[in-house]
């Protein structure tokens, strides 16, 4: 005689995101699909491509510390204009939201070390700011696989994520004004905001993996 089959009923809810996540009654949540570039063809694909752009050259522009901040501003404006034209657009991706958190390192990465080396800050300042980039790149190698196939959810922004953005973001602008006392105590509050947001994001990954083991 056949063993009966189990039943799994399959939901979806929205995340805040506006992103489908599916749950099961078993595993929690299944599979997502694919990463897939054809999904960034759209507007807020766009403006999440000028933000990589202004990532990229940011470093030739600090010859001009006003002009870097203009830019540096334009880009955290497109941050906020991205997921609002992807939600009225109804262009919602897992690739634009997973692109969208790397640009954001990209952007902040990049400039740091920039910064650092026009003597704008010292370097040992983006072991203060990246606390959370860290951990998450310590995660990376083992939840690569897991991304590329779409098995691991597409996060939304915590608390602690957002407090740790702002705090960077202000950091960031002080050492531009050439504020570098305020830049550094700020720079002091961003390190456990970051450990917070990344130890929240490990503990998501790793219930993750085991729930679709």
Known sequence: ??????????????????????????EGIVPRGRLRWADLANVAGAVTTGRLIIAVI????LHNPRLALGAYIAA?????????????????????????????????INGAWAMALHGLMPGWWMWLWFTREIVQWLMFPVLLHDVRNGRVRTYTT?????????????????????LPTAALWVSFAVAPAGFLTATGYLKHALDDRKRLR
């Open 158 to 178: 915590s608390l602690a994520g957002r407090i740790t953005a702002v705090l960077l973001a202000a950091a960031f602008i002080l050492t531009l004004l050439g």
């Open 76 to 108: 955290l404006l497109s941050d906020v204009l991205d997921g609002a034209l992807a939600r009225h657009t109804g262009t919602v991706s897992h690739t634009g939201a997973l692109l969208d958190g790397w640009v954001d390192k990209i952007l902040h």
């Open 1 to 26: 005689m056949s063993r009966p089959s189990r039943a799994i009923s399959l939901s979806a809810v929205q995340d805040r995101s506006g992103l489908p996540r599916h749950t099961t009654s078993q």
């Open 58 to 61: 940011f470093p030739l522009l």
